[in-house]
């Protein structure tokens, strides 16, 4: 074979090499959704959806028959229906209320949906609702990245609300309606691995488990446990937190990273259906309200793009915690206190 052969056919190796790389880079792995026989069993109850995917649930609080309020809870990122809820059982028994927590999409042993989308996971949740009986009306509280399927609730169910809580709704960028130079300047504060991870999951989805696979360069400050995501009250938080370990914890991401966390993200940054800023008071005769909770301090969410959120939105009911952080709702007092808001109406006091 002469030199000029040999050098085409190694050249030809190389390209079908990095093709093959590059092919093995960005597509993710097929999920192992529970129950297959591949996948993890099923240790929860679950219901089954209208397009045939399952939802997996938990059930907290006073029995569903004597409630006096019932309320769906949507976790966050890299969480799951076992979420840690600092209420005891007094306290939600004399609040009589009854709590519906669920994985979401591809988490913990809720089937991944493929066709995932903001406005999807709004009747996710009234399915959910319908299936299990929990009335005409029922409460919705969110948080974190969680957020999405509330502003979704508020955009296409809004009849089904008794009432609304968002804590620290992580914030899309590209919503329309925010004035470039705030975006801007609350976008570079962003370390620069999640500037690349958001532009990345926005433009360029196709490519976004490379990016959140490669080992060249730093990709997500969450899931690489930055410390600056957390400010003080936050790691206070934490180590209390680790003294109540979250059961089967080892179960969140147990469907496949993609499904779960990569979905999540790229859902959350990618082009809504509705911009949140245009929406209409859906209860304009007040016959329920909505709250939103931030913190001050919070490292992953600007204070200053959530007070545009809610002076653009004046039917909301804005707090903001001084000295807070991202994970407020997991304080005891906090988290009471927005319950017994939503609830009762009771005027929070917020320290």
């Not at 059961?247 to 959350?268: A, T």
């Amino acid at each position: 074979m002469s030199s000029s052969a040999m050098f085409t056919v190694a050249a030809s190796v190389l390209v079908v090499s990095a093709v093959i790389y590059v092919y093995k880079s960005v597509k993710p792995p097929p999920p192992k959704i529970c129950g297959t026989p591949n996948g993890p069993p099923i240790s929860s109850p679950r219901i089954k959806l209208n397009d045939g995917r399952h939802l997996a649930y938990r059930e907290r609080g006073v029995a569903k028959e004597h409630a006096k309020y019932k309320v769906i809870l949507v976790h966050g990122f890299d969480s799951s229906k076992d979420i840690y809820l600092p209420l005891s059982q007094d306290t939600m028994d004399e609040l009589g209320v009854y709590i519906l927590s669920f994985d979401r999409a591809g988490y913990g042993e809720s089937d991944p949906n493929p066709n995932r989308s903001v406005k999807r996971e709004a009747y996710d949740i009234q399915e959910l609702a319908d299936q299990l009986k929990l009335g005409q009306k029922f409460y919705v509280i969110g948080m974190s990245i969680g957020t999405h399927p509330i502003w979704a609730c508020l955009k296409y169910i809004p009849h089904r609300l008794a009432g609304v809580t968002l804590v620290v709704p992580v914030i899309n960028y590209w919503w329309p309606s925010f004035p470039p130079k705030l975006k801007n300047e609350a976008y570079k504060k962003q370390l620069k691995r999640d500037q690349c991870k958001l532009r990345i999951a926005h433009y360029a989805p196709a490519l976004f488990y490379w990016w959140m696979t490669q080992k060249f360069f730093p990709y997500c400050s969450i899931l690489q446990r930055h410390p600056i995501i957390l400010n003080k009250r936050d790691l206070q938080t934490v180590q209390k937190m680790s003294q109540e370990p979250m059961p089967n914890e080892h179960k969140i991401r147990q469907q496949g990273v993609y499904e779960s966390l990569h979905r999540d993200i790229m859902v959350h940054f990618g082009n809504w259906e509705f911009d949140p800023m245009e929406l209409k008071n859906p209860f304009p005769n007040n016959e329920a309200s909505v709250h939103l909770w931030h913190g001050h301090e919070d490292k992953l969410v600007p204070y200053e793009m959530q007070r545009y959120v809610a002076k653009k939105l004046p039917w909301i009911r804005y707090h903001e915690v001084s000295d807070g952080g991202h994970l407020i709702i997991h304080e005891s007092s906090l988290c009471v206190a927005m319950f017994r808001e939503l609830l009762l109406g009771e005027e929070p006091i917020i320290a």
